[in-house]
């Protein structure tokens, strides 16, 4: 046994490498060498603990570097008395890009007590994410942030209370987001075209996210602003896409609009033919341009009526649609509307060539970029 002991290397990983041959020796003739496999037991047993010993003294070994060791490395608390602005724009930018949301509000907490600046462009650029975020309680430390440390921006942006009303209807706070935004039209005239923006921003989220009850809440506000305010491009935005959407409730919806404002109906008389044209030529939507005939009809509205048929039967030749041109011919007999020469002579030119049936029409386009110019 002292033989072996003197033999002994002193690395640890051949020590290891002993014990397993000693273990495995054990295993095999446990019988004949008992009392020489016990001595050696307590022998490696004791330079293990010694190697661990080691090991939990040393914080730089390999199997001290578990995953907690880095997750705690990599959230120890920033130290930002003596950083620049662009060192804690970094900062920031790279808490935004892993999503540590704790570690913004800890960081700005600390912007604020020991009055350190970030970039008026990341200011901007948190307001932005967590407004789409719908992290209203950000926002508000956002706007304490900027209220002390950049007055005269907060002050011109109003607050950036705007962001705070996307926040909330982001949240489904849609009641309590456009009190806000309705707040802030009426307390800052000079923003007020900026608003109408954001305001059609949050209609579009809210009909293409089909949230029912946020549509009942954006028909009030719709109204509000343009019988308030005089305002009537949030109401145009709202009608436009739920006019021009495939599902029944938003189009019960546009026509319960035109049925409570007389300006919207005003505006919809202006506007029909140019509406008819942009539709068509973008969206290939022939079912809204039919419902807008509709409309017409109701508030005997003939000559835009008869303006938007001419548009259809003109995409109706583009498309070489015979039966549809011939369904609205008829249509005009009916109610006594004289199509134009040109588009007679063209019906019948395309007759004469004989191409029966439309032809395939592009894929719809999508309405997330959807722009509404007026």
Not at 152 to 166: C, D, P, S, V
Not at 206 to 229: C, D, G, T
């Amino acid at each position: 046994m002292n033989m072996l002991s003197a033999q002994m290397p002193k690395n640890t990983i051949q020590c290891l490498r002993i014990l397993r041959i000693a273990q495995n020796y054990q295993t095999v003739s446990a019988a004949c060498y008992t009392t020489t496999v016990d001595v050696l037991d307590i022998f490696t047993k004791e330079l293990l603990q010694r190697h661990r010993c080691r090991l939990r003294n040393n914080p730089l070994e390999v199997k001290n570097l578990s995953i907690r060791y880095f997750m705690d490395s990599e959230n120890s608390q920033k130290d930002i008395k003596n950083m620049t602005t662009e060192e804690l724009d970094e900062v920031v930018l790279q808490y935004i890009a892993k999503n540590k949301d704790t570690k913004i509000i800890d960081l700005l907490r600390d912007l604020i007590k020991h009055h350190k600046h970030i970039s008026d462009i990341t200011v901007k650029k948190l307001y932005r994410n967590y407004s789409i975020a719908g992290k209203s309680d950000i926002i508000v430390l956002l706007q304490k942030y900027s209220f002390k440390l950049y007055p005269q921006m907060h002050k011109q942006n109003g607050e950036f209370m705007h962001y705070l009303a996307t926040a909330q209807c982001m949240r489904g706070n849609s009641e309590k987001g456009l009190s806000i935004l309705a707040d802030c039209y009426k307390n800052n005239e000079q923003l007020r075209g900026f608003y109408r923006l954001i305001f059609r921003e949050l209609i579009q989220d809210s009909v293409l996210n089909r949230s029912e009850a946020s549509l009942v809440i954006f028909k009030k506000y719709v109204l509000e602003f343009s019988e308030k305010f005089g305002d009537h491009y949030p109401l145009i935005c709202f009608w436009h896409l739920c006019w021009s959407s495939s599902w029944f409730s938003d189009q019960t919806l546009s026509t319960e609009l035109l049925e409570n404002s007389v300006k919207l109906q005003e505006i919809i008389r202006d506007r029909a033919t140019a509406f008819s044209i942009t539709i068509l030529r973008e969206e290939f939507n022939e079912d809204a341009v039919l419902r807008l005939l509709q409309t017409l009809l109701k508030y005997d509205m003939i000559e835009e009526y008869g303006k938007v048929l001419q548009v259809l039967f003109s995409y109706k030749i583009r498309i070489r649609d015979i039966r549809g041109c011939t369904e609205i011919i008829r249509n005009c007999e009916t109610l006594g509307i004289a199509l134009p020469s040109n588009q007679q002579k063209r019906f019948i030119k395309m007759l004469i060539n004989g191409k029966h049936g439309p032809d395939s029409k592009p894929a719809k386009p999508s309405l997330k970029n959807f722009k509404l110019k007026f």
